[in-house]
């Protein structure tokens, strides 16, 4: 095949493979829900720590409520003894006197840690319902984010596999040695191996090509030359 052909073609193979770059780059950059997975397991990690939390103090509050059941119950049979007259000796009666105030001291003591409690379960509930609302909406969020990312992949994978054949079909069309050279040539150079010649410019490195050079490209269908400036592959457009 002639350099002429390969020439046009390169040109268009290095549309492809820009084309596939940028898609490629497209793809990588998608966001894969990884921020919303860290909000989720956030959520989940609050949900967690608030639930042991509500679940210790409803606990606890339950032993205060059987210890204050208890300490109401013994304090009847010691009041109930006492005022039985079925005790008649002083310090008998003055001992059952002070069981029954300390009982009295044990359970206002235990009810004011019950109210305690019961006040943090007032804050700490409320709390739990909020988290676990914020956990169902970065659920949401996520779930949301990674039905986007799907159809985006999809969309640019479908993309990606388009051009692909594009280009397999182009590569027939070129020598195995010139595309050597192309390859070479889009390893140094950022990925473009072929830059357009406009305006008596190369537009790889906006270096003036000479106009000798310029017009053996427009003349010359066989000539595949390189840019002084950047060595990349010179391709001038027919004028439309």
Known sequence: MGSSV?????????????????LAAQRAALDDGAAARAEVA???????ELAERVRQVHG???????AIAALEAKRARVE?????????????????????AQLARQQAHREDELLSLLGDLERLEPAERAARQRLLESQRALAACLDAYRATVAALDARLAALEAQRAALL??????????????????????????R?????????????????????????????DGCGRLLVVLPAP
Not at 60 to 66: D, V
Not at 199 to 226: F, I, K, M, N, S
């Open 80 to 100: 109930a003894d006492l005022y039985s007259g079925r005790v008649r000796n002083p310090k008998e009666l003055a001992a059952m006197q002070e069981e029954v």
């Open 60 to 66: 606890r509050a339950k032993e205060a409520e059987l």
């Open 199 to 227: 305006a008596g410019v190369c537009e790889g490195c906006h270096v003036v090509v000479p106009e000798r050079l310029v017009v053996r490209l427009q003349d010359d269908p066989a000539l595949l030359a390189a840019c």
């Open 172 to 197: 027939e069309g070129i020598d195995e040695a010139v595309y050597r050279r192309y390859e070479r040539l889009r390893q140094a150079k950022g990925g473009i191996a072929v830059a357009l010649v």
């Open 6 to 22: 390969a020439r046009a073609v390169l040109y268009q193979l290095q549309q492809v493979d820009s084309a596939l770059a940028q």
């Open 42 to 48: 956030a959520a989940e990690a609050q949900v967690a």
